[in-house]
Every structure is written in structure tokens, then in C-alpha cells.
């Protein structure tokens, strides 16, 4: 059984670029969770999806961010314009809505932007 | 604002022996709580929960124990394995998972 996918694992990008980082729940998953982990501020949730529509968009830094989830087996998260504070891991996350605090992680991207 | 905190960034135990993992928390509208365990180049991964309404849960070498006078939580693992060594985070939700810092917990042969 395939877990939450999540690409690229690593992204190397300049200051000022696109960056858009992919996730692909685990199957019949309706909640889908993005999360950044930092040394200075841990591991905080960003946004998250219930059966594709964004519920809580509060840790989204700034309008820099978007995230989107076109279907249920998809889901996007976009950084334009990139800028080095922006560097970290970004895990994307699925669960149940039934046990949705029990959340699946992928692997995560390791975002640098220099 | 830290609203869940833990303390010891790293705990040492010997193989065989008790670990006790611990986390505070200051938000009274937290209701349920979590603990992930984190190896490197993964992403977390789900261990054990409790409800507000419990003071305690077990499964297995693993128990959830849950103060909320003194709002605080903690994990033990017993007996404790060399495969446990991780990073452990502590969760609290009130309707979204706020985590901890997390605590890197190495079990030594």
C-alpha cells in the first residue's frame, strides 16, 4: 500500500523563482494536511483540505504561498516569488475525517532557495 | 506563543529500560493529544493518542499518560528498544495539531 508520495525529495532553487512542491494522498484520504518544518519555529501546519476544499489557511506565511487541491488525489503547494528564509522541509500529510488526528506523513521536500 | 512544549531536547536511556518522554501544554481547549515518532529523512509517523477524557492509554510497549490539572502529557516506553532511538513530537489539537519541539530519544545497546 503506497503512503502519502511527495516530489520532488529535494529542490535547490535561486531567490526570486517558482517553486512548486507536489503531494499525492494515500487513497480514500478525504483530509490532506501541508506542514513546515523549521529549526527556529518546529513543525507547523500551513494549510489543510476537507474532500478538496481548503477548511484553515491561517499558517500560510504570506500571500507568497498558494496551495491548491484540484481532486482528491492531488494537491499542490506553490511559492512565488521564492525567497532564503522560505528554506525547509515541507511534509504534506492525509487522514481520514473520521480519525483525523491520526495523520499520515510523506517523506517530505527538502526546499533550499539560496 | 509555545503552546506545546518539550522540554528536553534529547534523552539517553540503556536498552531494556524505561523511557519517559514528556510535554507540556498551555491551551485548556486542547482536547486531544497525540505523539509521533520522527526518523531521519521521514516523515512522522503516527504512535499513540488519548482523549481529553482519559487519563491513560496503552498499546503495546507504549503508554500515553495525560495530567490535565497540571496540563501535561507524557509517553513511556517499556521496555525500550534500540529501534526506538528518534526524534518523539507531542501534538495537541483543539481542532487543528499544534506540535512540540520534539525530543530525540536514543535507546543504547
Known amino acids: 500500500d503506497a503512503g502519502v508520495i511527495q516530489s520532488p525529495r529535494h529542490e535547490v532553487t535561486e531567490m526570486g523563482q517558482e517553486v512548486t512542491l507536489r503531494c499525492k494522498p494515500i487513497?480514500?484520504?478525504?483530509?490532506l494536511f501541508w506542514y513546515r518544518q523549521t529549526m527556529m519555529r518546529g513543525l507547523e501546519l500551513l494549510i489543510y483540505?476537507?474532500?478538496?476544499?481548503?477548511?484553515?489557511d491561517s499558517g500560510m506565511p504570506e500571500d507568497r504561498f498558494s496551495a491548491k487541491m484540484p481532486n482528491a488525489s492531488f494537491s499542490t503547494l506553490k511559492i512565488q516569488p521564492s525567497e532564503p528564509r522560505d528554506s525547509a522541509v515541507y511534509f504534506c500529510?492525509?487522514?481520514?475525517?473520521?480519525?483525523?488526528?491520526?495523520?499520515?506523513f510523506g517523506p517530505g521536500t527538502r526546499l533550499t532557495v539560496t | 506563543d509555545q503552546q506545546v512544549k518539550q522540554n528536553s531536547p534529547s534523552l539517553s536511556v540503556q536498552e531494556g529500560r524505561i523511557s519517559i518522554l514528556n510535554c507540556d501544554y498551555t491551551?485548556?481547549?486542547?482536547?486531544?493529544f497525540l505523539w509521533y515518532k520522527k526518523y531521519p529523512a521521514e516523515g512522522p509517523t503516527f504512535l499513540i493518542s488519548?482523549?481529553?477524557?482519559?487519563d491513560k492509554n496503552e498499546d503495546g510497549r507504549f503508554t500515553v499518560f495525560l495530567n490535565k490539572s497540571a496540563k501535561h502529557l507524557s509517553l513511556h516506553i517499556v521496555p525500550s528498544q534500540p529501534g526506538d532511538s528518534a526524534v518523539y513530537f507531542c501534538?495537541?489539537?483543539?481542532?487543528?495539531?499544534?506540535f512540540g519541539e520534539g525530543t530525540q530519544l536514543t535507546v543504547n545497546p
Open positions: 500529510a492525509s487522514s481520514f475525517s473520521g480519525r483525523f488526528h491520526e495523520q499520515y
Open positions: 487513497s480514500g484520504h478525504n483530509s
Open positions: 483540505f476537507n474532500n478538496n476544499v481548503p477548511i484553515d
Open positions: 491551551n485548556s481547549m486542547f482536547d486531544y
Open positions: 488519548i482523549s481529553s477524557i482519559k
Open positions: 501534538a495537541a489539537s483543539d481542532s487543528r495539531l499544534t
